[in-house]
């Protein structure tokens, strides 16, 4: 099962690579070698919020994890609640949620720092159910 999607994988982009070929479509690299300062500042700053979100989310599964094994049951509820709504949400509306209308009723100005709590609240629900 896995070779054949692996061999059909590569079928397909053989078949693009030769229809484009006889089209006579081509790619110029040099128009975007210009850029490359940019493609790293935009890797750079992608790896840094990764990181970020990743050590948040870690912190907070594993507080949401203990939580949910807490014998105080408001406790127990809220941590269930909390990965209940978070896994049962779409990502999308989490973002549109948080940014523009938590973020900006606590005055929160900064986009990275904003984002990197987005994804650590979004990741921490699921790390605590990993971590449980």
């Known amino acids: 099962m896995f070779w054949n999607a692996v061999l059909t994988a590569l079928g397909v982009l053989l078949l693009g690579r030769w229809v484009i070929a006889k089209s006579g479509l081509g ?5 975007v070698g ?5 493609f790293a500042s935009g890797w750079a700053t ?6 970020g979100a990743l050590c948040i989310s870690t912190i ?4 949401v994890a203990v939580a949910q094994r807490s014998s105080f049951l408001p406790l127990r509820l809220l ?17 549109y949620v948080l940014f523009y209308i938590v973020a900006e009723a606590v ?7 904003a984002g990197v709590l987005i994804l650590s609240f979004f990741s921490g ?5 990993v971590f449980r």
């Not at 992608?46 to 990181?51: A, F």
């Not at 907070?60 to 507080?63: K, N, P, R, S, W």
């Open 46 to 51: 992608t790896l840094g919020i990764c990181i």
């Open 79 to 95: 941590a269930q609640g909390y990965v209940e709504v978070v896994r049962g949400s779409p990502l999308l509306a989490q973002i």
């Open 125 to 129: 629900a699921y790390l605590a159910e």
């Open 60 to 63: 907070l599964g594993l507080c």
């Open 34 to 38: 210009g850029y490359w300062r940019l």
């Open 27 to 31: 790619w110029d690299w040099a128009a």
């Open 107 to 113: 005055h929160l100005e900064n986009r990275m720092i």
